[in-house]
C-alpha cells in the first residue's frame, strides 16, 4: 500500500498538470477527425440494424430452403425449392397471393382517392383551427387499439348490427356483409387510411402557392393545375403514402380472421396457419410479400417518385 | 447536394436489398413450375420419443418457490393458485396462449430452461412429446392420478410406450350450439351443417384439426370408407372428407378462431347453428341467449387437457407438487365448475355438487363408460397409425389440405 500510493500520485500528477486528461484526448480527436464522430455514432444503430433486422430477414430467407420431415415434423436442413414449387404450383396458394395482392391494390387507390381531395383541403383550403380539427379526426383513430377498432365493425356489420338497423330504419332491406370480402376490404380501407392523409399532406403543404397562380395566370383551368402541378408535385407524397396502405393490407391476418370470419384467406393467414407446424414453408410466403414490396418499390422508383423526397 | 447524396444513398439500399429480395425470391413468379406433390417422403420408420430414457423423480424434495406455467385462460383462477401457493410457497408466473399451436412454441427446446409445465390439448401433446420438449413423469407421485377414469389414466395423446409425460387435467366435447329461435325441436344429427336448409348460418371451428369433425360424420354415414379413428386417416378416408367439407365451405357463413368471435356471431343473429364448445354455451346462457347444444347420434369430438411437464423444467419438485394438488377431487372440480368443462378424477362429482347443485351431471362427471365412447378426444394426427404402418396422413398434410382444398 505504502509503496503503490507514492508511485501512482507521481505518474498521476504531471498528466493533471502538464497535458490534457483522456477525455478531453478523445474528444479533441472526435473534433479534428469527421468520420470518426460519424462511425462513434453510427455504429450502435447500424449494429442493431444489422444483427437484429436484416440477420433476423436472412435466417426466415435461409429457413424458406428447408422442408419439414412429414413424419418427425423436425425442420430437414437440406437445400431445395419445393416449398417455392409447392407456393407457386399450388391453385389455391396462388389464388390467396392474387386475392392479397388485388386487396391491397384496392385498398390503396381507394384510399388515396379519398386522401388526394381531403389532404389538398386541410394543407391549403382550411383554416389553421379547422385544421387542426381535422388533424385530430385523421389521428384520433391511430390513438385506440387495432382491435377495438376492428371489433368497433364487427358491431357495425353483423346482422343486427348497426348498419342493418339504420338501413332497415329508411326502409333498405338488411345487408348481409359481415363475414365477406367487401367488408374485409371496407375495414382495410379504414384502418390505413390515416396512413395516406399524413404524407399526402406534407406533400401538398409543400407545393409553393406561386406554382399554382402561376398555371392560373397561364389559363391553367381547375382540372388542368390539379393535373399538371398538383398531382406531380403531390407524387411523392402520395407513393410513400401507397407504400403503406399497401405494405399493411399485404402482411395483415386479423381483420381477415374477424372481419373476413375465415372466409377471407390472405397471404397472413396461410403464414399464421404454418408458423409453429411448417415454418419452412411460412418462411417461402413470408418472401412472397417481401418479393411483391420489393417490385413495387423498385416500379415506384422508375416512375421518379423518389426523386423529390 | 444534400438531394444528391441522399438520393445516391437510397439507390444503393434500395438496388441492394430489394435486388438480392427479388433474386432470391425470383420477382414475379419467375421460378413457377410444374406443380408437385405437398411433401417429399422422408424416413419412414416409426417415430421415438428422444427424451424417453431421461431419469424420472424418484421423491418429492424441496420446493424451489418458483413455477412457470403455460396455461389455457382460466385454468389458473386465484379460487385454486392462492392455496397452493400458500401450501407450498412456489410462486406461481404463467403465460396464456390463445392456441394450442402458440403451447408448441412456447414448449420448444423444453421449454427453454423457463417454462416448468403447459396445460396443452391433445392435439399439441404429441407434437410436443415427439420433438423432445417433454419430460416423463413418475405418475406414482401423484395420489389423485390413481382415482382418475381409466380412459384418462394412460391415455394415447400423453402416454407414449407406457411412458407418461404429464398428467391428465380436464376434458369436454365439442358440441353442436344452436339457437332455440331457429330451431324449434333440438337438431339430433351433425347433417344440419352439411345441409342447404342453414346455408349462410352455419359457423364452424377455423383449424385443420376441424378436419376430424368431417371424419366423425363419415365414420357414421358411410362406413364403406372404413373410418375407426378420425385422427388416424389413409389417403383415401382423409380425401373423401376433404370432399365432404369441400361441399361444406359454400354453406358456412363464419369460421370461428376464437370463442368471442362465435360468441358474437350467435348473439348477433349472424348464424344460428355451428360446432362449439360448452364455454360458448355457458357464455352465451349467462347472455339470456336462447341456445341450445346437443351431442349428435354420430357422437363428437372433444378436448382433453394434460399438465405436460417441460424437459429442462427449472423447478421439478414444485411442479410436481402441483401435479399433486391439481388433480386433488376437490381442486378438480373447482376447476371444472369455474371453466364448464369435465373432470378427469372420479370423486370430483361430490364436490361439484357442494360448489354448484347439479354441475357433475351438467358436464358429465359421473358419466358411463360409454358417454366416453362417444367422443373422439383431439390428438395430433400422425404419420404412423396404431397399427403400426405408415399410411396415415399427418398434421402437416392437414393444414395444407385445410388451406388449400377447403377454404
Partial sequence: ?309 | MHNLIRNRWRAVGAVSLAGALALLAGCGGGSSSAPTGSTSGGATSGLSVPTANLPVLKKIGKGEGQLNLIAWLGYLQPQWVKPFERQTGCMIHATYPNTSDEFVTLMKNGGGGVWDMASSSGDADLRIIYAGDAHPVNMNLIPGWKQFFPVFQSPPFNTVNGVHYGVSLQWGPNVLMYSKKAFKTPPTSWNVLYSKQYSGKISVYDGPIYIADGAMYLKYHDPSLGITDPYELTQPQFQAVVNLLKGQHPLVKQYWSSAPAQISAFANGDVTVGASWPYQVSALTAQHFPIGAVIPKEGATGWADTWMLAAKAPHPNCAYMWMRYITTPKVQAEQAVSYGETPDNTLACGYMNQISKGSCALYHANAPAAYFKTIALWKTPVATCDNGKPDCVPYVDWVSAWNTQIK
Fill in chain 1, 1 to 309: 500500500m505504502s509503496v503503490t500510493t507514492p508511485a501512482g500520485a507521481a505518474t498521476a500528477a504531471p498528466a493533471g498538470a502538464g497535458r490534457p486528461g483522456p477525455w478531453s484526448r478523445v474528444s479533441a480527436l472526435l473534433w479534428r477527425r469527421p468520420w470518426a464522430r460519424a462511425t462513434l455514432l453510427l455504429t450502435p444503430p447500424l449494429a442493431w440494424f444489422l444483427l437484429i433486422y436484416i440477420a433476423s430477414l436472412a435466417v426466415l430467407l435461409i429457413t424458406a430452403f428447408w422442408t419439414i420431415n412429414p413424419y418427425t415434423t423436425n425442420i430437414e436442413r437440406a437445400w431445395n425449392l419445393s416449398n417455392f414449387t409447392n407456393l407457386l404450383g399450388t391453385p389455391a396458394y396462388r389464388q390467396i397471393i392474387l386475392r392479397t395482392v388485388g386487396m391491397a391494390a384496392g385498398v390503396t387507390v381507394i384510399d388515396a382517392i379519398v386522401a388526394i381531395p381531403f389532404a389538398y383541403y386541410m394543407a391549403r383550403i382550411a383554416r389553421p383551427r379547422t385544421r387542426t380539427f381535422l388533424f385530430v379526426c385523421v389521428l384520433l383513430p391511430l390513438w385506440a387499439s387495432y382491435l377495438a377498432k376492428v371489433f368497433a365493425w364487427l358491431l357495425i356489420f353483423t346482422h343486427d348490427g348497426v348498419l342493418n338497423w339504420t338501413l332497415g330504419k329508411i326502409g333498405i332491406g338488411p345487408l348481409n356483409l359481415i363475414y365477406t370480402n367487401t367488408a374485409v376490404f371496407i375495414v382495410f380501407c379504414y384502418i390505413w387510411l390515416p396512413y395516406m392523409v399524413i404524407p399526402v399532406y406534407a406533400a401538398m403543404e409543400r407545393i409553393p402557392a406561386s406554382q399554382i397562380e402561376a398555371s392560373q395566370d397561364l389559363g391553367g383551368r381547375t382540372l388542368r393545375t390539379v393535373r399538371s402541378v398538383i398531382l406531380p408535385l403531390a407524387l411523392p407524397g402520395i407513393v410513400a403514402g401507397s407504400i403503406f396502405t399497401f405494405s399493411l393490407t399485404l402482411g395483415d391476418y386479423i381483420t381477415p380472421t374477424l372481419i373476413g370470419g375465415g372466409n377471407s384467406t390472405l397471404i397472413g393467414n396461410v403464414i399464421d396457419s404454418n408458423v409453429v407446424y411448417n415454418l419452412p414453408l411460412a418462411a417461402a410466403m413470408a418472401t412472397v410479400p417481401i418479393a411483391i414490396m420489393a417490385c413495387y418499390l423498385l416500379a415506384a422508383r422508375a416512375l421518379g417518385a423518389f426523386r423529390e423526397i
